[in-house]
């Protein structure tokens, strides 16, 4: 079965927060008690977990459901919250100075992009 969009924003999510605390899908998923290939497929948006695999997950990560969570916008069906939801997944990993810097090149970015032949 194939994932849903919230199933790959979930799983982006999880491997963000796995590999900064420094864990393999091998060690996540034996912390976890779940089985590798089945950790993996939620990390590639290829599976849905259920809430008592994502809550084994969350203790396995000693994150709450809210540090999990976090980032992870409402579906909207008028907008692709997927590709919003991922950029704020991997910049909430970074430190405040770092958050920063990336605001500040967003901003470069949007004002580049703003302008009529900026691209032409």
Do not use: C, W, Y
Request: charged share 30%.
């Amino acid at each position: 079965m194939e994932g849903s969009n919230i199933g790959k924003i979930i799983g982006d999510r999880i491997r963000l927060l796995r590999t900064e605390k420094g864990l393999s899908i091998e060690e996540l998923a034996f912390k976890a008690g779940i089985d590798n290939s089945h950790l993996g497929k939620l990390e590639r948006g290829k599976r849905n977990a259920s809430l008592v695999v994502i809550e084994k997950i969350a203790v396995a990560l000693e994150v709450s459901f809210e540090e999990l969570f976090r980032g992870i916008l409402p579906l909207n069906t008028d907008k692709d919250t997927i590709t919003f939801s991922l950029i704020i997944n991997k910049v909430a990993t970074l430190n405040i100075q770092e958050q920063k810097e990336v605001l500040a090149i967003v901003n470069s970015l949007f004002h580049l992009m703003k302008k009529p032949d900026a691209f032409s």
